[in-house]
């Protein structure tokens, strides 16, 4: 079920011809009642796939945003199993929207692989992106998911060469993450005809739906980077909107703001109607 | 698995010593640090960047170090006879520079013109905008802003240097989070910039190459001991932070069964209070910063702040090589808390005239013991891998002496 959760997901939004919107937050930021909240949010108003993020406390990949939305959440005393209970609360009303859990390898290793994975398919989890496990470091992790048909999704760059890019496509499953710049999340701006090459090769050695990621915050780029790719990934944007519920915001309203800027970026992600 | 003559065998093809190690980054990086293993395989080929090493480890380090025998030290204790394999001598001041020199030749030879690194009490940082200095090569060290405030004479150093010193206030302002901050911008400045890490972890081929820079230390000391005693050390022994130094020093030993090797963890206010850095003594194995090694982690494995009053040994984890001679009983670690390190200080500095930084201070708190369980005619090496003068003020400030 999980991996095809994932493609059935990219199928409809093909069929619908348009790209996919994969939309990230921090679980727990700033607590997880609001989260759940932010995920039934981002799906009403359009979003196709969502990414978890787990909180880490050394986010090596991550620019300031996700940073400080994991910082927060550690405070309120986010763990790994309180983030699966939320997937777990998520799919009691929701059985088509893939969840893909986002972090870093430490927690995920020291709850043992196996005892992951069980507990991720239990909890409705489709798939991972485990920033710091590459195509050399990830096997322990796929023979783990394999019993539960979870996807490991990769990472591909703009340092990924041809040659490289064989490597990630092997045993990768679910979709690409093509990482648009090189740098962090949330910091650097993409520009489509920079990285439209470097997507089709991805496209065309994995066979799998490429999505790309880090620095798209707006519609217009959202529109721009969906001309190219399967999906797009916003992250960063929404973090910043729960953010400012540290300042005092309400939930009622970051809730409406995730929603907004939901409509926003998924009204760009069609291919026919789009600028490109 | 027999391990047994197989110790300088390692890292294998995965850049594993036994279970740990590994190269867990992102991919962006991966590139980069496959292209540097086949650089230093290159190097490590090549009479040449081995020429230029030994030129500059004679002239600019002023290697060899010497191996000095203790006297009063070894007469205090009345045990076996101790060695300092004097390091502390080196130009900047600790064994440091050893690496760095490696590393910044390494870059060249891959025309990388920007040199990043990471520091916690500074002497790395030092080390790095010393070599970055000499070769004009420009110099980016990542230092917590916790420790900035703390080490300010070796800020001051680095910025005469040239280096542009960037202070991390994310985290918790420590050596860690310089190194979150040194990766993040290596993975945005990927095509100019080279990743100098001061100790040996971190992604393959780090812990190795490290690991042989710093073996210089080691050779020599095989060398003069058999010179000095006509034969091998019982037992070797040296501070573990990351474990750079103390790499350095047992690699060239760690085929003759004979040497003990004991490394001396941190152990702060004590390993039972939480308020240590003894990965070894009091971690878990885990992930963080490209390897799988021993860490400092809760039950959610979120990593824990180190804590030592010594900058440089202020890390929540430790080489993987260490880990696996940890694992393999090949190495003993030991552990010394911040009073034991300020008493061995004070103790090093009036009997050999030696001011010890607070790193090896914790290797000299332990040196007693060791070697009143041998015998007399016993011999230890100790590795004084820095000098104290970077520490005097914040000696001096735990005394509740107003300077």
Redesign the interface.
Known sequence: MPVSRISAAFDKARSDGRSALVSYVMAGDPDLETSYQVLNALVENGADVIELGAPFTDPMADGPSIQRAGQRSLKAGTTLKDVLALAKRFRETNQTTPLILMGYANPVHLMGYEAFAEAAGDAGIDGTIIVDLPPEEDMPLREAYAPHELAVIRLATPTTHEGRMKTVADGASGFLYYVSVTGVTGAKKPVASDIAPGVQMAQRISGLPVCVGFGIKTGEQAREMAAISDGVVVGSAFVDIISEMAQGKSREEIVESVARLTRDLSSGLNRNGGVA | MDLRNTWDKWPDA?GRFGEFG???????????ILDLEKEYRAAQKDPEFQAQMDDLWKHYVGRPSPLYFAERLTDHFGGAKIYFKRDELNHTGAHKINNCLGQVLLAMRMGKKRIIAETGAGQHGVATATVCARFGLQCVVFMGATDVERQKPNVFRMRLLGAEIVPVE??TGTL??AM?EA??DW?????DTFYCIGTAAGPHPYPELVRDFQSIIGREAKEQILEREGRLPDAVMACIGGGSNAIGLFHPFVEDEGVRLIGVEASGHGVETGMHAAALNGG?P?????N?TY?L?D?????IDAHSISAGLDYPGIGPEHAFLRDSGRAEYLTCTDDEALEAFQLCTRLEGIIPALEPSHALARIGEVAKEMGSDQIIIMNLCGRGDKDIFSVAGHLGIDM
Do not use: C, W
């Open positions: 995965n590994g190269r867990y980054v992102a991919e962006t990086l991966m590139p980069l994310s985290g860690k989070d979150n990766l993040r993975v945005t400045n990927v095509d878990k885990g992930i963080l910063h490209g799988r860490l982690q039950d959610d494995g979120q990593i």
